[in-house]
Nanobody
Framework: QLQACGGGLVRPGGSLRLSCAVS????????AGWFRQAPGKEREFVAA????????RYADSVKGRSTISRDNANNMVYLYMGSLRPEDTAVYYC????????????????????WGQGTQVTVSS
């Protein structure tokens, strides 16, 4: 249903764009989010977008240097991250939900129905 890609090794200060291909039943869903899990830590919210109005929400740790977007025609969700830091190193997961909620709710893992397999992002010199 979801296929995430675009991760890799990036130097501090660099940027990358993660992509998530949405297919099947998941393509009818109404909101998407990106989460990440660093080694030894719990998975955490990164960013979300609500289809209806493209309203977005970001974690404080990435706000101002990240952009989440969606390409409806091609059923893709993107996460651009700039000014990358070593603490951004993690496995990044995309997720979609059929629920249209208050934008603040999209930071909760429990609302998401479909999850991608994750893509590794390593920020290191």
């Amino acid at each position: 249903q979801l296929q995430a890609c675009g991760g890799g090794l990036v130097r501090p200060g660099g940027s990358l764009r993660l992509s998530c291909a949405v297919s099947g039943d998941a393509s009818d869903d109404y909101g998407a989010g990106w989460f990440r899990q660093a080694p030894g830590k719990e998975r955490e919210f990164v960013a979300a977008i609500r289809w209806a109005d493209r309203h977005t929400r970001y974690a404080d740790s990435v706000k101002g240097r990240s952009t989440i977007s969606r390409d409806n025609a091609n059923n893709m969700v993107y996460l651009y991250m700039g000014s990358l830091r070593p603490e951004d190193t993690a496995v990044y997961y995309c997720a979609v939900t059929p629920r249209t909620l208050n934008i603040g709710s999209y930071s909760r893992e429990s609302i998401y129905t479909y999850w991608g397999q994750g893509t590794q992002v390593t920020v290191s010199s």
